[in-house]
């Protein structure tokens, strides 16, 4: 189980505490919550926007609180995708491959990335010209090159159109289960976590309620 | 003992450091004189408060007006006239105080003079900073107004001022922070009237060598634009909202204004230029001393430009691994002479050591101002790309070439080309300096001293022209630079 402690930030008038919470190293964990619960304080804090003091975090024995943004090796799926506007789909990909794979670059396992998130049309258009879906494919493609211990996707199908919505959790559940990464997904839409969770932990004004394991 | 953590606090603290030698220089020659003549010091005081302040209300009043003129445009003709407004902003002092000098004749000397002066540099700017502020805030309450039957009047008491009153102060505090500490207008236009702090300093230095007192008005100057600064010309970040500009914003009267500036600004340089074609054969007896200047001035130019790109990227990894911007972003209007006259001090009066006084003094002077103008804000729009690239591991090194340079290109070279031009035509930071060599800019300077407007004109445009050519070959150069670039990563 990871084991999150102290976790306490202040802003005017809201309070994240959570003082211990642990979370499955398996399958999906979404954390749900209205807006103003406080699962984007919680998820930026894990991403390392926010620097709580005195925290810490466990993930499989490895004290990830105490690493630096970049050995955390978080894969991050952003709610605005935060591609690379004037780079290409597939420089996107390159940039962050050459960062995390310095001495073999995995032409193989980007082909095989390609094929399964059908990223082959567009993976010469620049970023700002692609699709909202095609962003969160290459968003998602990034993410998982990155070579993750975990993935956190926040909100990640909202910026897509409601018709959108179902294909996209179908792929990224299938992909998922494929390669058996543990996830954290952030949302407020009970779609996806039926869609995808398997277990959800509730937020409401900067606490945890409620800790539940679904069968999904 | 452990002063800095790592690489990256110490650019950070180097880059501090470097915009304040002239400070340090000042601390270890002199100390503070408060025996300091106060009735002289509260008149030059009082002097520069007011052609500021009033120079800065006038614009900021006229700024309002005239962006609603801007709205008035179509979208492509508003961009054009935007660009069309900055122009006395990008051009150096001398071409607008050519221009006042050949408008106004007898020219007013002393603070009216001044104030027209300093209003017909920054009018255009003003207008081009309400209009972004008016297109970021006001979103579509003008148009909701006209729907909800709000009279125009209202509408601009109880909804435009309300939500643009900060911007509004920070336009009145930027301008009045540039024309408090300017000291080319004031020397040029003061006759002897209009002293300002600035220039007060400057003969406290040459005249009384009176360097301590020179000092201690300097400490109270910069403190007092710093605070300002500081305290109000803060980055403010916007949720971006789409604009609908409305009836309420858009005004005919403000376009004549806007009309009417541009006429007397580009109208007058240009009727200026005409007037002086006929003193082209005696600007020619002077080709040699012309053409000396010109390779004089390029020779620095070059050194001038390569410190500025190290500083730029020694600033852009103290953005990229701070996460901030540097603290120098608000020493924008740092004091001409005391910048000036610490690196007279410092360096001899050579021709190596005018290469290192003017890059340094320069730099120092023109770097953060222009950085706050064309690249701070392209910056803080991809931070969050910038910390996207962390989580993943990209090294500083491409986030800076990859990701930062290139989405920064037209900024950059607007940031180049205010580099160069007001290079190539500065005289107040040299004559400060006490470079003997003379420069391009030097010369245009001389000429406008002697009365002989004709060459001092002749010679901006010459200026204008050496520009234009410098910014051709910069931007072919860079174009080549990026398909090499493009061609090594395919």
């Known amino acids: 189980m990871s084991l999150i402690k102290n976790l306490q930030l202040k802003f005017d008038d809201f309070l994240l505490d959570i003082p211990e919470l642990s979370i499955p190293e398996k399958g999906v964990t979404a954390f749900w919550g209205h807006s103003g619960s406080g699962k984007t304080t919680f998820f930026k804090s894990l991403i390392g926007i926010h620097k709580p003091k005195n925290w810490s975090w466990d993930f499989s024995g490895v004290k990830l609180s105490d690493l630096p943004l970049n050995e955390r090796r978080l894969g991050v799926v952003f709610q605005s995708f935060e591609l690379f506007p004037h780079l290409t789909a597939e420089e996107n990909i390159r940039i962050v491959a050459e960062a995390r794979y310095k001495d073999h670059y995995p032409t193989e396992l980007i082909e095989s990335y390609k094929e399964k998130l059908g990223l082959n049309k567009c993976w010469n258009t620049q970023a700002q010209k692609l699709s909202g879906g095609e962003k969160q494919r290459v968003a998602l493609m990034r993410a998982l090159i990155s070579k993750p211990r975990l993935l956190l996707l926040d909100e990640p199908f909202s910026a897509l159109d409601p018709h959108l919505r179902s294909e996209a959790r179908a792929l990224v559940k299938n992909l998922i289960a494929q390669l058996d990464i543990p996830v954290y997904l952030i949302t407020h839409d009970e779609a996806d976590i039926q869609a995808l969770a398997h277990h959800v932990v509730e937020l409401k004004q900067g606490r945890v309620v409620s800790v539940k394991s679904l069968n999904n | ?490």
Request: with cysteine.
């Open chain 2, 1 to 490: 003992m452990k002063v800095f953590k790592s690489f990256p606090q110490i650019v950070r603290y180097g880059l501090l450091f470097y915009f304040l030698i002239p400070y340090f220089i000042f601390i270890k020659y002199f100390s503070l004189d408060l025996n300091l003549d106060y009735q002289e010091l509260s008149w030059a005081f009082k002097n520069s408060l007011i052609q500021s302040s009033i120079t800065a209300a006038l614009v900021t009043l006229l700024s309002i007006p005239f962006s609603l003129g801007l709205f008035a445009l179509k979208p492509t003709a508003s961009l054009v006239a935007s660009k069309l407004l900055l122009i006395p902003q990008i051009l150096p002092t001398l071409f607008s105080i050519l221009i006042a000098f050949s408008i106004l004749n007898p020219f007013p000397m002393g603070t009216a003079g001044i104030i027209f002066i300093f209003v017909l540099i920054h009018l255009g700017f003003a207008t081009v900073l309400v209009h972004s502020a008016t297109q970021e805030k006001m979103s579509g309450y003008s148009m909701n107004s006209e729907i909800y039957g709000i009279s125009r009047l209202q509408f601009f008491r109880r909804i435009y001022f309300p939500i643009l009153k900060f911007e509004l102060l920070a336009t009145f505090v930027m301008i009045f922070v540039f024309c408090f500490a300017s000291f080319s207008v004031p020397l040029v236009a003061g006759g002897g009237r209009g002293t300002n702090l600035e220039v007060l300093i400057f003969e406290k230095i040459f005249i009384g060598q009176n360097w301590p007192a020179a000092w201690t008005l300097n400490i109270f100057q910069s403190l007092f634009i710093f605070i300002l600064s500081f305290s109000i010309l803060k980055n403010r970040q916007y949720e971006p909202q789409e604009f609908f500009a409305g009836n309420y914003l858009r005004s005919k009267l403000g376009l004549c204004g806007i009309g009417i500036y541009l006429l007397i600004y580009l109208g007058g340089y240009a009727f200026g230029v005409l007037k002086s074609l006929s003193g082209f054969d005696q600007l020619i007896t002077f080709s040699a001393e012309i053409l000396t200047a010109t390779i004089r001035s390029f020779q620095i130019l070059t050194v001038y430009l390569a410190a500025c790109f190290i500083l730029l990227y020694a600033w852009i990894y103290d953005f990229v691994k701070n996460g901030s911007q540097n603290i120098s972003s608000h020493l924008i209007s740092s004091s001409t002479i005391l910048v000036s006259f610490s690196f007279y001090l410092l360096f001899p009066s050579s021709n190596y050591g005018d290469y290192f006084k003017i890059t340094l003094a320069m730099s120092i002077l023109f770097f953060p101002s222009l950085f706050k103008s064309f690249l701070e804000k392209p910056l803080e729009k991809i931070k969050s790309q910038i910390f996207t690239a962390q989580i993943y591991g990209i090294d500083s090194t491409k986030i800076i070439s990859v990701i930062v340079l290139r989405q920064i290109k037209r900024p950059l070279f607007l940031w180049i080309s205010f580099l160069v031009v007001w290079f190539l035509s500065d005289f107040a930071i040299l004559k400060s300096l006490g470079v003997q060599r003379s420069t391009i800019g030097l010369m245009a300077e001389s000429f406008l001293s002697s009365y002989r407007l004709s060459l001092a004109y002749l010679l901006s445009l010459y200026i204008l022209f050496l520009w234009l050519v410098t910014m051709a070959a910069i931007y072919f150069v860079s174009g080549v630079i990026d398909v090499i670039n493009k061609k090594s990563s395919t």
